[in-house]
Nanobody
Framework: QVQLVESGGGLVQAGDSLRLSCAASGATFSRHSVAWFRQAPGKGREFVAHINWYYNATYYTNSVKGRFTISRNNAEKTVWLQMNSLRPDDTGVYYC????????????????????WGQGTQVTVSS
């Protein structure tokens, strides 16, 4: 069992940076792959980034490549999403999600395979 708690959201201007944190509990967290999703008002949950449990391979949606970085520290049971050069279309509620073991690159972009979710943290980017 894993519980996830996000923090670090806020209201920023375009071009600013934010660092989101996903704090986890559970003895097996180190064996969970973790993703960040976001949901804008009136839209579905969108994949943002993923980090593999075994060798920390990372994956990103095209719109955030070069601007966002996902990382993790298993000893601290925390996953971060460093977001630079923020744009208004990055606005939304950001969720972290976890799944035990690995997941295919195709499946990792879907919300349904992930077993554990946090409550979300709001990110608002003004122009």
């Amino acid at each position: 069992q894993v519980q996830l708690v996000e923090s670090g959201g806020g209201l920023v201007q375009a071009g600013d940076s934010l660092r989101l944190s996903c704090a986890a509990s559970g003895a097996t967290f180190s064996r969970h792959s973790v993703a960040w999703f976001r949901q804008a008002p009136g839209k579905g949950r969108e994949f943002v980034a993923h980090i593999n449990w075994y060798y920390n391979a990372t994956y990103y949606t095209n719109s955030v490549k070069g601007r966002f970085t996902i990382s993790r520290n298993n000893a601290e049971k925390t996953v971060w999403l460093q977001m630079n050069s923020l744009r208004p279309d990055d606005t939304g509620v950001y969720y972290c999600a976890a799944i035990y073991g690995s997941i295919t690159p195709a499946s990792m972009r879907l919300p349904s395979p992930y077993n554990y979710w946090g409550q979300g943290t709001q990110v608002t980017v003004s122009s």
